[in-house]
């Protein structure tokens, strides 16, 4: 290599390297809050004139039977991430809001769906069992309810052992939404900093 190469050569590593997205990764158990704190934070990004997307995984993969091969869907939910993803990134997106119980665990498969490379935020938002059962009793009116408060507990002892020192916790037990969306988005930081691509006007 000559000396006049080594520039473009380094110029061409750092652009490989570089940030292209960001993501928000909102995670927790059944009745923790994760819809509606996405769709407050989605607000006051907007309002804050914030582009970017935001995409309620658990309807990525809403299929029965499971494909063959796939018992979990997450294959399916991947190939779906992807493609909207392609179109999103194709009219100038940078940023993506991603809900999903355990989206903040193992998602590095996001970034490989999203097809380069990505910077998260990973939020898990916590709530009591009693705040839970108060928040799906008002949800499921029918006869799943005790299904689905065990299924969160299950879920919540689950992500508590499996989230890692990057994941930030966010309480909501006793707190209103405005005041628990406000933190989860100034956590991203994305009111204040540069997206790190071009965006849409």
């Known amino acids: 290599m000559s000396a006049t190469d080594a520039p473009a050569d380094a110029a061409e590593a750092q652009t490989v390297t570089a ?3 960001e993501a928000l990764l909102l ?3 059944s009745g923790s809050g994760k819809t509606s704190v996405a769709t407050e934070v989605s607000l006051i990004l907007a309002a804050g004139g914030v582009a970017h997307c935001h995409i309620e995984g658990d309807y990525l993969a809403e299929v029965h039977p499971a494909p063959p091969g796939d018992p979990d869907r997450g294959v399916l939910t991947a190939a779906n991430l992807a493609a909207v993803w392609r ?3 194709a009219a100038g997106y940078r940023r993506l809001v991603y809900t999903n119980t355990v989206s903040v665990v193992g998602h590095e498969w996001i970034a490989t769906a999203l097809g380069a490379p990505t910077t998260f935020t990973r939020v898990l938002l916590t709530a ?5 059962a108060e928040r799906l009793g008002r949800r499921e009116t029918g006869s799943g309810l005790a299904v689905h408060l065990e299924r969160s507990h299950r ?3 689950w992500l508590e052992q499996n989230a890692d020192d990057g994941v930030v916790r966010v309480p909501t037990d006793g707190r209103s939404l405005p005041d628990i969306a406000a933190e989860v988005a100034g956590l991203t930081g994305w009111l204040t900093a540069p997206p790190p691509g071009a965006q849409p006007a």
């Open 128 to 132: 009591g069992d009693d705040t839970v």
């Open 27 to 29: 995670g927790g158990r």
């Open 155 to 157: 879920r919540s002892t």
């Open 19 to 21: 940030t292209a997205y």
């Open 87 to 89: 179109n999103n990134a």
